[in-house]
């Protein structure tokens, strides 16, 4: 079995900038999960999928032609790299609702841990990778930072993709986001007791990828 090292965490917390960066210094796979949500909602935007019938999400979510690029950075759908279009709010909002149902759930979470089995290890970041995808997990990292340094770090980031996004209108989309994902029924956003806990906010990326490096290399002590 691969070795994971799962990072959870709410919404501009840097989760996919910082799991990308211990991969490459650890030599590990890094994958997406929320990609994958979110190249279901693409294709639901694109076939008309009602926003509320989970039964369509969840055949759709059975059906779609997923997989990573060799570095696990980029999300082809169809064959067809989408990676930059799973960036915008309005397809993340979708995702969110889409992760919700049951269905969706259950084959995503299939898919994710198949493709765990590909590597001898693997870096996932997500809501739910340690506490359900991969709750045997040496590795479990929540990732964290106060609101207000989430919006911003997410407003740059859109900015950067030459996405105009209001920072009042961004942070309510985010509490909106993060609400919904910790209050759902199924397999919610939760720091879990064994989870390395990271406050980013005072942190730059340097000193969070070094610290869940240490974290690792002494073998999953807290």
């Given at each position: 079995?691969?070795?994971i090292?799962?990072?959870?965490?709410?919404?501009?917390?840097?989760?996919?900038?910082?799991?990308?960066?211990?991969?490459?210094?650890l030599g590990?796979?890094?994958?997406?999960?929320?990609?994958?949500y979110?190249?279901?909602a693409?294709a639901?935007?694109q076939?008309?999928?009602?926003?509320?019938?989970?039964?369509?999400?969840?055949q759709?979510a059975?059906?779609?032609q997923?997989?990573?690029s060799?570095?696990?950075?980029h999300?082809?759908l169809?064959?067809e790299?989408?990676?930059?279009q799973?960036r915008?709010?309005e397809?993340?909002?979708?995702?969110?609702q889409?992760?919700?149902c049951?269905?969706?759930?259950?084959?995503?979470?299939?898919?994710q841990?198949?493709?765990?089995?590909?590597y001898?290890?693997?870096?996932?970041?997500?809501r739910?990778i340690?506490?359900?995808?991969?709750?045997?997990?040496r590795?479990?990292?929540?990732?964290?930072?106060?609101?207000?340094?989430?919006?911003?770090?997410?407003?740059?980031?859109?900015s950067?993709?030459?996405?105009?996004?209001?920072?009042?209108?961004?942070?309510a989309?985010?509490?909106?986001?993060?609400?919904?994902?910790?209050?759902?029924?199924?397999?919610?956003?939760k720091?879990?007791?064994?989870a390395?806990?990271?406050?980013?906010?005072?942190?730059?990326?340097?000193q969070?990828?070094?610290s869940?490096?240490?974290y690792?290399?002494?073998?999953?002590?807290?």
């Amino acid at each position: 079995m691969a070795e994971i090292i799962a990072i959870d965490g709410p919404s501009g917390a840097g989760k996919s900038t910082v799991a990308k960066l211990v991969a490459d210094r650890l030599g590990f796979v890094y994958l997406n999960s929320g990609y994958m949500y979110r190249a279901l909602a693409l294709a639901a935007q694109q076939s008309g999928a009602e926003s509320n019938d989970c039964v369509t999400w969840g055949q759709l979510a059975v059906s779609l032609q997923i997989e990573f690029s060799p570095d696990g950075k980029h999300l082809l759908l169809s064959g067809e790299d989408v990676t930059e279009q799973l960036r915008v709010p309005e397809i993340s909002g979708i995702a969110s609702q889409a992760s919700a149902c049951p269905e969706v759930r259950a084959e995503m979470v299939r898919r994710q841990r198949a493709l765990s089995e590909k590597y001898p290890g693997v870096v996932m970041e997500g809501r739910d990778i340690g506490s359900h995808v991969f709750p045997q997990a040496r590795y479990k990292v929540y990732l964290d930072a106060q609101a207000k340094a989430r919006a911003q770090r997410r407003h740059s980031e859109l900015s950067a993709l030459g996405i105009d996004k209001g920072l009042n209108e961004l942070a309510a989309e985010m509490r909106q986001r993060d609400q919904a994902d910790m209050t759902r029924e199924l397999a919610p956003l939760k720091r879990t007791a064994d989870a390395y806990y990271l406050d980013s906010t005072d942190m730059n990326i340097e000193q969070v990828v070094s610290s869940i490096e240490a974290y690792v290399k002494r073998g999953g002590s807290k």
